[in-house]
């Protein structure tokens, strides 16, 4: 059960996580950046086939919140390019996780990238486990303590980032990253699976919690329920009304929001200090997400990863 303590500032670091991350487009010009080192303005263009204007405010989004930094190609140079920061690299876990569902839920034929183990040449699967205990993590074996106000305001920039469909997501190259993106891949899809981790399942509780528009709400809800991440059921003692549950496929999503809250409580918590604290209930341990290699059960950096585009 979920423990609620009003924080002063209603603009904690799981919402500014989900407002910094929460597009497709997002994912894919850190997946370039990480990956495949690209870093400049016209290689990611060409790499996604994203339109100049929307490239623009995603590179401008991370370096104002410091994911990337805009400087020099080459010392002393006129030309810039966008590179990502410590707190950039550090997304890599967050991409992994991207990554494992689409392979793993979103692919109908072959899987079109994969990430290797430098170390033992393994693909990297189920890679994000608990730092303390080292087991992958299941959403019935996390506790949340919560100090997270249950309306908040100051969200009309989720409005800007609209869904975007996964033909164009992939229209370079097909990705397990993009299928991900095209599931859940706008800053409301993130919060009202992350509100389904916390046991919400009804309408009205979504709109309230998340003070999000009733379109809006249903738009959302239809399409994760069409893409099977969530189903419905008549609630019991008002069975003329549905509630939403996750799946199965849905409840696999777990790693994704988990990675995101964890990437915000270390680089976005300031002062406040975490407004959520993860419990991992088969160790006991305050959970931080780790990437670990289960084929030789060592960690995993980001320079121990090789990315392959496989299509």
Avoid at 38 to 49: E, I, Y
Avoid at 85 to 110: I, Y
Avoid at 183 to 198: A, H, K, M, N, Q
Wanted: hydrophobic share 40%; with cysteine; charged share 25%.
């Amino acid at each position: 059960m979920l423990k609620h303590e009003i924080l002063p500032d209603s603009r904690c670091s799981v919402e500014r996580s989900f407002e910094i991350l929460g597009g497709a487009w997002t994912f894919l010009v850190l997946r370039e950046a990480l990956f495949e080192n690209v870093a400049q303005f016209d290689s990611f263009q060409t790499n996604l086939g994203i339109a100049r204007e929307s490239l623009k405010r995603v590179l401008n989004r991370l370096v104002r919140n410091g994911v990337m930094d805009h400087r020099p190609l080459v010392p002393g140079g006129l030309r810039k390019g966008y590179f990502l920061t410590e707190q950039g690299r550090d997304l890599l876990p967050v991409l992994v996780a991207a990554l494992n569902w689409g392979e793993a839920w979103a692919s109908n034929g072959p899987t079109p990238e994969r990430l290797i183990h430098k170390n033992c040449g393994c693909p990297l699967k189920q890679a994000v486990v608990c730092s303390h205990c080292h087991t992958t993590v299941d959403p019935r074996d996390v506790s949340f303590t919560s100090r997270i106000r249950n309306r908040s305001k100051g969200r009309e920039k989720f409005a800007k980032m609209r869904y975007v469909e996964q033909e164009l997501l992939e229209r370079q190259k097909p990705s397990s990253i993009a299928r991900t993106m095209a599931t859940i891949g706008d800053p409301w899809s993130f919060l009202i699976i992350r509100e389904c981790f916390y046991g919400v399942r009804r309408f009205d509780a979504f709109q309230q919690r998340l003070s999000i528009a009733s379109n809006i709400l249903t738009a959302r809800l239809k399409r994760m329920v069409t893409a099977g991440v969530l189903r419905t059921q008549p609630i019991i003692d008002q069975p003329h009304l549905s509630e939403y549950r996750l799946t199965e496929k849905g409840m696999a999503l777990y790693t994704l929001p988990l990675t995101i809250i964890a990437w915000g409580d270390k680089w976005l918590a300031g002062a406040n200090g975490p407004p959520l604290i993860l419990t991992h209930k088969r160790c006991d341990h305050v959970f931080s997400a780790e990437l670990r290699c289960l084929s030789c059960d060592i960690t995993v950096t980001l320079e121990d990863v090789e990315y392959q585009a496989l299509t």
